[in-house]
């Protein structure tokens, strides 16, 4: 696939090197502004430095109800939470116009940590239970972004997901920009068949069944609606089942065209991936060749065939 021009990604700012932590430091990664800056634009957020809170700074945590947590400062007790709201209402308002297709939040953080952030009772003790207050902010602002945190991205599974999410997003809001017409819409959900059923064979399903009614709507319901289908199967991981089930469709394509030779081979390494002792890249290669070499259209327009560029490498794991 061709990228005209990087993506608006959101980013907790220590994660691109800028020296904004509580202690003066950093948490550069590598992947996130080598790798994966070559197809993002990083649009830097850093709550308690843009809030204006000084770097170096008192370490803050989280306290009380894991739903809806105070940000309090460790040594002295002070309560930030106010002053964080204030802050966070104004930059997501900011935020709205960035145009942002993900966000990337810096893990463990009291102010945008997605999940698991400590939370402190009255007693001293910590659990796991929380988000941080710009981060649960961000979350419930743009239900639809796709948002992940540096820590997990380490996952390659997840890691994929969230990239697959990031372009779908991205491929969405620029048909939206383009041609928001039924018609239009409906070219847009035949080409992403293959990678939905990959990730929700269900909601796929319901997709199919919201694009056929579609005459039977209004023109902005159906955008709201299919938006949010769209992106719902997105956050479901593909596996290696769904994914062999995606393969056996494409493989039928090809069943009275190839030699048996050709067809053993391409069976025997779709087995092969779905005993996942070769990686998802191995097949979709070879099906990539077989519709070049046959002039198989429907499949040559399908992005499961290419949903992220290949220099990332995500289909090379087995």
Not at 140 to 153: T, Y
């Amino acid at each position: 696939m061709n990228v005209m021009k990087k993506i608006r990604v959101g980013i907790s700012s220590c994660l691109l090197g800028k020296p904004v932590r509580y202690d003066g430091g950093h948490k550069h990664d590598p992947y996130l502004t080598g790798t994966l800056g070559a197809f993002f634009d990083y649009v830097p957020v850093c709550p308690e430095s843009e809030a204006g809170l000084g770097t170096p700074r008192e370490a803050m945590r989280l306290v009380g109800n894991p739903a809806s947590p105070r940000l309090v400062t460790q040594e002295s007790g002070k309560d930030l939470t106010a002053r964080m709201e204030r802050w966070i209402a104004d930059r997501l308002l900011a935020l709205a116009a960035e145009d942002l297709c993900g966000f990337i939040f810096k893990s463990d953080s009291p102010s945008s940590g997605m999940e698991r952030v400590k939370v402190y009772d009255e007693k001293g003790n910590a659990r796991k239970s929380g988000s941080g207050l710009f981060a649960r902010a961000f979350m419930e602002r743009f239900p639809l972004v796709p948002v992940e945190d540096e820590g997990r991205l380490h996952d390659v599974g997840i890691r994929e997901n969230f990239i697959v999410r990031v372009f779908a997003y991205h491929r969405w809001k620029e048909q939206v920009a383009l041609d928001r017409r039924p018609a239009a819409v409906i070219t847009f959900h035949a080409r992403h068949k293959y990678l939905l059923m990959a990730h929700s064979p269900s909601i796929q399903k319901e997709l199919g069944r919201l694009v056929a009614g579609v005459k039977g709507m209004k023109p902005g319901d159906f955008l709201r609606e299919y938006e949010t289908l769209f992106m719902r199967a997105f956050a479901c991981l593909s596996t290696p089942k769904k994914n062999t089930n995606v393969l056996m469709h494409c493989a039928g394509y090809f069943r009275d065209r190839i030699t048996a030779g050709e067809k053993k081979e391409l069976l025997d390494i779709i087995e092969q991936y779905r005993k996942e002792l070769v990686p998802l890249i191995v097949p979709v290669t070879l099906i990539r060749h077989f519709v070049r070499k046959y002039g198989e259209e429907y499949l040559a327009d399908q992005y499961y065939l290419d949903p992220h560029p290949l220099e990332l490498k995500l289909r090379n794991h087995a």
